[in-house]
């Protein structure tokens, strides 16, 4: 019997001290934890890092917690700015979850799931609860692998309705789904969420015009208004992101053609005028030349007012600066925007493509575009 209660006792004092272990607070070096986690998804019964995802870092005390797009296999983009991005006061572990307090009152957890392959849970409470993270550096074994006929297909127009969402591939193809699965970067280039698989019809052939794109025989998406602005729902037309629904959309493609003393350089931030050609009809009562003139002193005028010079295009072609390596050609004597004459006033802001102005005047539509180009 003494033996019993002994034995007992011991077994009473051992659950008594691995709980104690379990719920007490020990101290822990933020050294000691990695740096960058991902967030993933469950594809197939399957861990994977998908074209748009979360990422958690933490460096020199401080927790950073941001959304990412997917660049290609090993580069990736922040699409906005912080979630979180606040000092870490005190970091603890208490049995297997590691616990990091927040100067904001925010509190984070973790627990390992699969330390060697680099997997872990972060628990964040509340409606959030419990997602699964990936190390960075483990990212190359979770990656959404690509065929080969994927790698060559690249989206040349995006179109993104409020009842349906169309992705145009540069092999001809097009394919309709119900999700938003595009993920645009900065820099322009459009790139497809793997996870484009619902679609009400897939592969089907489309012709491209010069105004507008055809899928089969009878469903046509025109890409611009009566006034040569680019309609709502155009995302990307010709492989290019739709900043702005004034920007032009003409280029020349064979620019080694064309010879350079042709060519006027535009590298600053510009009005620019394209003088009409004097018209056959223009009589004594009325030159459109002269009301062009007149209109154009006025816009000057008005650009000059918010520190923007204006110059003149001096030769048929213009050529402009969009980033260090990239530039873009122009015909002046070509129309933009399905607009059979050419352009006569261009707005150039450095880095971005050239927009469309109304030489006599914009409505407040046209202002608001203008002012959020200019931004």
Known sequence: MKKTVIILSVFALIAGSCRNNTSKKNSFDLKTFPSEWRSMAEKDEKLVVNGAFTVIEIENSKLREYDCVKINETVYEKTSGFRVNDEILEAYQM???IVFTLENGLIYKFMWKNKEKGIGEWIF????GTEIYALSVKMSEYQIKKNEEQIRKKIKYYFKGSSEIVVFFDDGTAYE???DNV???RDGYVFIDETLTERTWEGAPYREFPDFVVIGKIERFDFFDDFGQITPDWKNINYRL???????TNFETNTEKIVESNIQNIKDDCLIFITPEQSADADD?????IEWQNYAYDRKEQYE???????????RYLRFLISDDERIVIDTQ??????????SLLLYRKGRIPILLCISGESDEGNKMIEEYLQ
């Open 95 to 97: 049995g297997d979850t």
């Open 125 to 128: 409470g509340g409606e959030r």
């Open 177 to 179: 789904s119900n999700k």
């Open 183 to 185: 993920q645009m970067s």
């Open 242 to 248: 739709i900043s702005s629904r004034k920007q032009i």
């Open 285 to 289: 009562e009325y030159d459109p030349v």
């Open 305 to 315: 007012a918010k520190g923007i010079k204006s110059v003149d295009a001096e030769k």
């Open 334 to 343: 070509k129309g933009q925007n399905g607009q059979n004459i050419p352009p």
